[in-house]
């Protein structure tokens, strides 16, 4: 298993902005498909964006479009997630995940939880006025 480390979460107001940052331990096999996960007391871990490595081909959850960008830097060790516009919906515990090939990973479609096998601790985001 790949050891990720994420970083960010705070407590923001509606409309402001964070980043998040997954650090990973390796960039191999098992970290070709990586994705950001919330999730809110009482619902299920769902996918927010994805990126498949090798490609960059990305996926967003249709709530995140257009105000969240997910990427990698060159090294593929370091995952981020910019989220622009917060919203009080917003508010879950994010985590970061990896895992190897995945179809719907390389089509750029929503990944199930289940196609990844690394997990990090998670990171709590909290928008509130």
């Known amino acids: 298993q790949v050891q990720l480390v994420e970083s960010g979460g705070a407590s923001v107001q509606p409309g402001e902005s964070l980043r998040l940052s997954c650090v990973t331990t390796?960039?191999?096999?098992?970290?070709?498909?990586m994705g950001w996960f919330r999730q809110a007391p009482g619902k299920e871990r769902e996918a927010i964006a994805t990126i498949w490595s090798p490609t960059t081909v990305k996926y967003y959850h249709k709530s995140v479009q257009g105000r969240f960008t997910i990427s990698q830097d060159n090294a593929k060790t370091t995952l981020n997630l910019q989220m622009n516009s917060l919203k009080t919906e917003n508010t879950a515990n994010y985590y970061c995940a990896a895992g190897p090939w995945s179809a719907d990973c390389v089509l750029g479609l929503q990944t199930h939880a289940n196609a990844f096998n690394s997990w990090g601790q998670g990171t709590q985001v909290t928008v509130s006025s």
């Open positions: 390796a960039n191999t096999d098992s970290t070709r498909c």
